[in-house]
């Protein structure tokens, strides 16, 4: 008989379920604690009921844990001198959409050699998110891989589901039993309506395939995730403009979702040029101080090095602290873009209280 089925699988390779790395690699009582404040925090920030503005600040990409920690330790102690303002968390990226080819990310090639030993990959990833959490630092990725969640989203406060992926069903329906907030990116050209039907349809509720913790096939059954959002991240032309917001708003409040969105300080909305981010979140502060409540959020691409360098899997010819994918801007810059935004904040709350009381 001919061959009709795996004609072009050249391997399977069971992983471990994902209770059993779970087991390995438990959560305690502190690191929970972490995760569900930060959850309930960040939903506070979407309804506007806690003002302060939500910044997602990290690496384009993980691929040395050294490093991500040595970062993650910077990170906490601004984040600790500016939690009046801000509320701020770390970017996490493990999983890389790729436009072609290319590097996937740390679960799927951890050692950057096109191995993809994804079973080490997941306990990189899943290892790395308890020591951030562990010193009180949230965490928030992408999810590209409908059955990666399984094995890290405990550990993740904040879930983002990219430009290229916002149309995509089964990223829809992931987000409708996700247990935390989760924004959509507005498509590579730019579509927003396509953000928006996916808003709406991860808070119903959906019926679909995936793994049980035990790893088994099984039917998952979901509520409905009422906590998504909108992030825009430019397309032809970037969209962080005062215009731009009003659109969204327009658009959201139209479709009965709260007027509430992120904004990507990098990608599209740079040009691709990775220094101008900075300017970017400058603009959008001065749009909160000028009394615009739509925007509740702000991401940057940032890394201790400024640029970026090729994947190698021989770690002796990277350089420390420099993204493998797209270029950030170093720890310096983004030390003042934070600390910067943290006194704008301020003082337009100072102005406003002023204001109130005259």
Known sequence: ??????????????????NLLKSELPVDEGIAR????ARETIREILAGRDRRMLCIVGPCSIHDPDA??????????????????LYVIMRVYFEKPRTTVGWKGLINDPHMDDSCDMREGLRIARR??????????AAGTELLDPITPQYIADLVAWAAIGARTTESQTHREMASGLSMPVGFKNTTEGNLQAAINAIQSARHPHSFLGITQDGISAVIRTSGNPDTHVVLRGGRKPNYDAASIEECRRMLASAALEPRMMVDCSHAQTSKDFTKQAAVLRTLIDQVRAGSRAIMGAMLESNIEAGNQPPSSDRTKLKYGVSVTDPCIDWPTTEQCILDAAAALGAAGAIAAASHRA
């Open 34 to 37: 972490t995760v569900v404040e």
């Open 128 to 137: 790395l998110l308890i020591e951030i959490n562990r010193i009180g630092l």
């Open 1 to 18: 008989m001919r061959r009709i089925q795996d004609v072009h699988v050249l391997a399977t390779e069971p992983l471990i379920a994902p």
């Open 68 to 85: 991500a920690m040595d970062y993650a330790r910077r990170l906490a102690k601004l984040k600790d001198a500016t939690a009046d303002r």
